[in-house]
């Protein structure tokens, strides 16, 4: 709160898995509606809250194909709902549905073969600024990429 108290708290604080139990949480975003997006790094999930704190969606799975995770980092959400995760052993930002659908890859060196190699060396950090996607890698440096509709 101003003053700075603590206004409320997720998880157990330590490591757990379920709706409320995170092991290892990470990357945060919020969304137009408040909603908050936590990347649950060894649970290889995206878990989203109400501002009240009710969990509502999980996305993800551990694996090594669309719409899984193998060391997923970060989380950033488009005003469109639109959820952009970045995994740093699949090389890879995916994207999902604001329902949590997989909706592919961001970043292949061929936009129209989802088996090219990816631009990115270990994507890390994430932010969406209007139609634009910001892709901090590790190795590689800043990205910029234009989201469309």
């Known amino acids: 709160d101003p003053e700075g108290r603590l ?6 604080g330590k490591r757990d898995s379920g709706d409320y139990g995170f092991n290892t949480p990470g990357g945060l975003s919020l969304d137009t509606q408040g909603n908050l997006y936590v990347v649950d790094m060894l649970n290889y999930a995206v878990k ?8 509502l969606l999980s996305l993800g799975e551990a694996g090594d194909t ?3 995770f193998s060391r997923p980092k970060a989380v950033a959400v488009d005003t469109g709902g ?3 995760v970045s995994d740093t052993l699949l090389v890879a930002v995916q994207a999902f549905g604001a329902d949590g ?10 936009a129209a073969d989802k088996r090219s190699g990816s631009l990115f060396l270990a994507p890390h950090g994430l ?3 209007g139609d634009t996607l910001y892709v901090v ?7 910029a990429l234009r989201l469309g509709s």
Not at 7 to 12: A, E, F
Not at 48 to 55: A, L
């Open 137 to 143: 890698d590790r190795f590689a440096g800043l990205f």
């Open 101 to 110: 659908a997989y909706a592919g890859f961001i970043g292949r060196q061929d």
């Open 82 to 84: 639109r959820i952009f």
């Open 7 to 12: 206004v409320s708290t997720l998880g157990s």
């Open 66 to 68: 669309e719409g899984t």
């Open 48 to 55: 989203k809250y109400s501002p009240s704190g009710e969990f």
């Open 127 to 129: 932010k969406v600024v």
